[in-house]
């Protein structure tokens, strides 16, 4: 399938009529609607212009490159969204969803999908990109929930470090507090999955050549591969930012956002 520009003028007319709409009933609107619009094409060509790089030369470098970008950049959002100090969960939050997508995605693509190429951008990316979208949005709960949890109510975790426990023993409650306020969202949203994200992912594999029952089969393993991802990056960036989080005596010592 190739698209010229003329079908491509094409599919821009059907912006047409609800350009006509705003513009009758809302022309105040109508503004706003132009930007969105300039906006996102200016961002699917920064996409597409990437994507085209990364098939082009179909390297497992280059796709670990991008995996990288996308691993920093979702880095700076969840201490902009979490309120936490980017010396505490910058690095930790980096090196636990590298490693968390890049651990399931391996698994699933030689494990359970099979491909004929596994390593390929063709197969790399779509399930990198899935299992990063998902890990992001969990992982900025998770965290959340766990350092409002002991900055809030914080008199539990001493009470059981006082009582001889250790200091995971004395974390296990807010752990499960993440891991909960992570996985409840999870499953309650397979449904609602399976209603609005699984068409347009089918859709996808379809285009690409796969048969129906696979397609399905497929989708399932990768919303399951995405539920694993979120947990390894949660438990993970919680490990590796415990050192700065607390001091020798396992007080905490994050109370603010400070830089």
């Known amino acids: ?5 003329i079908n491509l003028l094409l599919g821009l007319l059907l912006l047409a009529v609800p350009g006509y709409l705003i513009y009758i009933y809302d022309r105040q609107k109508l503004h706003k609607a132009v930007k969105a619009v300039v906006r996102m094409a200016v961002q699917m060509s920064a996409v597409g212009a990437g994507l085209w790089f990364l098939y082009r030369y179909d390297s497992v470098w280059l796709c670990l490159v991008w995996l990288a970008l996308l691993v920093v950049a ?3 959002l969840i201490v902009s969204r979490t309120n936490m100090p980017s010396r505490v969960l910058m690095l930790p939050a980096c090196v636990a969803m590298f490693v968390s997508v890049l651990a399931v995605s391996t698994y699933v693509l030689y494990g359970v999908l099979r491909p004929e190429d596994p390593m390929s951008t063709r197969w790399l990316v779509p399930v990198m990109g899935v299992l990063m979208a998902h890990v992001l949005t969990t992982t900025i709960h998770g965290v959340r929930t766990y350092f409002d949890s002991l900055r ?19 974390l296990a409650p807010y752990i499960t507090r993440a891991l909960r306020s992570l996985m409840v969202p999870a499953i309650g949203n397979f449904s609602i999955m399976g209603l609005f994200v699984m068409p347009m992912l089918l859709s996808g594999l379809l285009i690409g050549g ?10 399932v393993a990768i919303m399951f591969a995405a539920v694993t991802a979120s947990v390894l990056s949660l438990l993970l960036t919680l490990w590796l930012s415990d050192r700065k989080s607390f001091n020798r005596q396992g007080r905490l010592t994050i109370d603010s956002k400070q830089q």
Do not use: C
């Open 210 to 219: 796969m048969k129906p029952v696979e397609a399905v089969l497929a989708f």
């Open 152 to 170: 809030q109510d914080s008199l539990p975790y001493y009470t059981l470090l006082g009582n001889g426990a250790t200091r995971l023993q004395a």
């Open 1 to 5: 399938m190739t698209l010229s520009y």
């Open 74 to 76: 979702a880095a700076f």
